[in-house]
């Protein structure tokens, strides 16, 4: 997995974190987000599972997506920012919240989703039950422009053997809304590609989580 601590600023190195590391980690990259990132934070720091923390690299914005992530943290000490000096592409952005993480279990936060207050409650709860499992696919519903919402296919649970798991999946990845489910944390820095940015990125990551083991739901 990239290691971007020489590209990375937290906004205020000065603040300290709880001796006690969290139980999960939300990882939130963003570029641009003012417009949908208050409600992201909002419903991440609104779970009914209170020991979290919320790891935000902001990557260079240039509207007022860092004002908005400072005025968070100064409300909610979970609330830890990462500043990037120059924008380093989505994929690295996405490796800097991983590493950043301290906790057993994490989770990708987009920017502009909106999350239900018991998610990380009723995931963390299906993977703790699961020990063979390495991830808790969400259900998941698109709400698209023109006003249609569905489910999509890319939260459904897969099990089976090491080589049946990834097969499975990459015959039919869709959306992959897996990838924004929550995950053991050594599990995805294992799958977390140490490459350059290439199409479907996300997929690669979601197949090697699965090598590992099985995803609930």
């Known amino acids: 997995m990239v290691d971007p601590s020489m590209t990375l600023r937290q906004n205020d190195p000065s603040r ?13 990259p963003v570029f641009n987000g003012a417009d949908t990132i208050e409600k992201a934070i909002a419903a991440v720091l609104a779970q009914t599972f209170a020991d979290l923390e919320l790891v935000i ?8 997506t860092l004002k908005l992530c400072q005025a968070a943290a100064s409300k909610d000490d979970r609330v830890r920012i990462v500043q990037q000096q120059r924008n380093i592409g989505a994929v690295p ?32 709860a299906a993977l703790e039950a699961a020990p063979d499992a390495v ?39 869709a959306d992959n809304s ?24 996300d997929w690669a ?7 590992q083991g099985s995803h609930v739901q």
């Open 16 to 28: 300290p974190l709880h001796d006690k590391a969290p139980k999960v980690t939300v990882g939130m």
């Open 93 to 124: 952005n996405f490796a800097a919240v991983l590493s950043a993480a301290r906790a057993p279990y994490f989770m990708f936060a987009a920017a502009d989703d909106h999350i239900e207050p018991n998610f990380i409650k009723e995931c963390l």
């Open 57 to 64: 690299s902001d990557n260079a914005s240039t509207d007022g």
């Open 205 to 211: 990551v979601s197949a090697l989580t699965l090598a």
């Open 178 to 201: 897996r990838f924004y489910g929550l995950h053991r944390t050594e599990a995805m820095r294992l799958a977390y590609l140490d490459e350059p940015p290439f199409t479907a990125f």
């Open 135 to 173: 991830s808790c696919a969400p259900r998941t519903l698109i709400h698209f422009a023109d006003g249609v919402t569905r489910e999509p296919w890319g939260c459904k649970p897969i099990g089976g053997g090491a080589w049946l798991r990834p097969a499975l999946f990459l015959l039919r990845p």
